[in-house]
């Protein structure tokens, strides 16, 4: 799908037309409203070739309505299964604090695909809280015990991550 109007992008950021539930978010009873073409279209807005010249205002958009749920539920859908870490990367590239989803961008940085991991460390490390600090601790006991079993090239990507984890306990 390529878009030819940048005017256009504000249409799949109309948060009346969408509903959806996003993974790691606070329990709140406030649903963000986001439809599976949005999704869709998301995915081929900062994904295909075609749309290289739009991905940046993709995101400045994604952050001016802050509206980075829509790219969790991009991330989490099976459709992105080939452009995830790309989805993973807009995530830091949009400047949206994520830091409410810790626990989601954890589950991304064991994932076995190896781009997937760095980008969200990536996203991990540029988080500025503020963090609950037993989900901090948590995520520190998963990646220490997914240490154990990781390949050679993910060795210093988790330490360092370990690292960024420390430093958000008390912050």
Not at 86 to 91: F, H, I, K, M, Y
């Amino acid at each position: 799908m390529k878009v030819d109007n940048n005017n256009d992008l504000k249409k799949y950021f109309d948060s009346k037309e969408y509903i959806t539930t996003i993974i790691g978010g606070n329990n709140t009873n406030e649903q963000p409203d986001v439809k599976e073409d949005k999704i869709t279209s998301v995915i081929s807005l900062l994904t295909d070739p075609s749309n290289k010249y739009v991905k940046e205002d993709t995101l400045i958009t994604l952050k001016k309505e802050n509206r980075g749920d829509i790219l969790l539920l991009a991330i989490a859908s099976p459709k992105a299964k080939d452009n995830k870490h790309a989805l993973v990367a807009a995530c830091w590239e949009s400047e949206i604090n994520f830091s409410k989803y810790l626990s989601f961008f954890i589950l991304l940085a064991l994932d076995s695909n190896y781009l997937v991991s760095l980008e969200a460390i990536t996203v991990i490390e540029n988080m500025a809280g503020p963090f609950e600090q037993e989900i901090v601790k948590d995520a520190i006991k998963k990646i220490k015990a997914a240490q154990k079993n990781i390949a050679e090239e993910k060795v210093i990507l988790f330490n360092d991550l370990i690292f960024t984890l420390e430093g958000f306990i008390g912050n």
